[in-house]
Nanobody, 123 residues
Framework: VQLQASGGGLVQAGGSLRLSCTASERSFNTYGMAWFRQAPGKEREFVASINPTGVNMVYTDSVKDRFTISRDNAKNTLYLQMNSLNAEDTAVHYC?????????????????WGQGTLVTVSS
């Protein structure tokens, strides 16, 4: 299974970006998916997750009401719409596929990881 993340870049504070993550497998629609991120000098942290049908989403508190996770199972693609970006959002963002249909907050629940896409927010 390969996950290809894209969409990162440099944006001013208050701006928006949309990240995408395309999976190589046909069974994409049976697994939970998530976004994690790692800021310079910090540990990787959970950002958001979504169940296989795209009905249930979970967000870390710092991105609630600003970020939206979604998926298009017909395109095997996961998205993260990021609005009202601030300097604290600067990080390498990773998509991940769960080992099961569950989409929790722990990195150990995820089996496959994308290569990461860098988001840099200038203040």
């Amino acid at each position: 299974v390969q996950l290809q993340a894209s969409g990162g870049g440099l944006v001013q504070a208050g701006g928006s970006l949309r990240l995408s993550c395309t999976a190589s497998e046909r069974s994409f629609n049976t697994y939970g998916m998530a976004w994690f991120r790692q800021a310079p000098g910090k540990e990787r942290e959970f950002v958001a997750s979504i169940n296989p049908t795209g009905v249930n989403m979970v967000y870390t508190d710092s991105v609630k009401d600003r970020f939206t996770i979604s998926r298009d199972n017909a395109k095997n693609t996961l998205y993260l719409q990021m609005n009202s970006l601030n300097a604290e959002d600067t990080a390498v963002h990773y998509c991940a596929r769960s080992k099961t249909q569950l989409a929790g907050r722990r990195g150990t629940e995820y089996e496959y990881w994308g290569q990461g896409t860098l988001v840099t927010v200038s203040s």
